[in-house]
Each structure stands twice: as C-alpha cells, then as structure tokens.
C-alpha cells in the first residue's frame, strides 16, 4: 500500500474498506436501519454492539444525522425514584450552566 506524503494511508486504499464499499452502501444502509431500530426501541445498544458499534458516541452522530432521538426508557420499574433524582440534578446543574 502506498502512504501519503504524511505516511497515512488513505482510507480507499484499506481492502477492509474497499470490501464494504464494494457492497454497494449496503453496510451503511444497514447500520442506519439499525439505528433506527434503536430509536424506536425495538433494538438495544447491546445489539448495536455486537453488530459492530464500538463507540456510543457514533450512535449519537448518526442519529443526530438521521433526524433521530435516542430511546428513552419508561418510567416504570424498581429505579423509578433513584431515575427522577437523577434527572432532577441534571435538570438542576444544566439550569445553574444557563
């Protein structure tokens, strides 16, 4: 492979790279189904992962990307007390930032 002046080697040329580019966008247009997918909550982040997301923080971008809100779980279940103390404080640090 041949590196660039600055001795990276351009993405094109990473036959991982070429291998999911010569699925014709397939691979994205499944990551984005499945983001979507999570968004709707009808997946988890535990799918995601195991489908190849490594980084919480590429979910975001794509869903921000997409239009798309992460999941929110209902309040329902024994943590609902300690959930709403939670937001509560985050809530109030965010209002105190402003």
Same mark, same amino acid.
């Given at each position: 492979?041949?590196?660039?002046?600055?001795?990276?080697?351009?993405?094109?040329?990473?036959?991982?790279?070429?291998?999911?580019?010569?699925?014709?966008?397939?691979?994205?247009?499944?990551?984005?189904? #499945?983001?979507?997918?999570? +968004?709707?909550? %009808?997946?988890?982040?535990?799918?995601? @992962?195991?489908? /190849?997301?490594?980084?919480?923080?590429?979910?975001?971008?794509?869903?921000?990307?997409?239009? #798309?809100?992460?999941?929110? +779980?209902?309040? %329902?279940?024994?943590?609902?007390?300690? @959930?709403?103390? /939670?937001?509560?404080?985050?809530?109030?640090?965010?209002?105190?930032?402003?």
């Amino acid at each position: 492979m041949k590196g660039t002046s600055a001795g990276i080697v351009p993405i094109y040329e990473n036959p991982i790279m070429n291998d999911m580019k010569s699925q014709g966008g397939r691979v994205e247009a499944s990551r984005e189904d #499945l983001v979507r997918r999570y +968004a709707a909550g %009808d997946t988890s982040w535990k799918a995601l @992962r195991e489908s /190849g997301f490594e980084d919480y923080v590429a979910v975001l971008g794509l869903l921000g990307d997409l239009g #798309l809100r992460p999941p929110i +779980a209902p309040m %329902d279940g024994p943590n609902v007390e300690s @959930r709403s103390r /939670g937001r509560a404080i985050i809530r109030d640090a965010l209002q105190t930032r402003t």
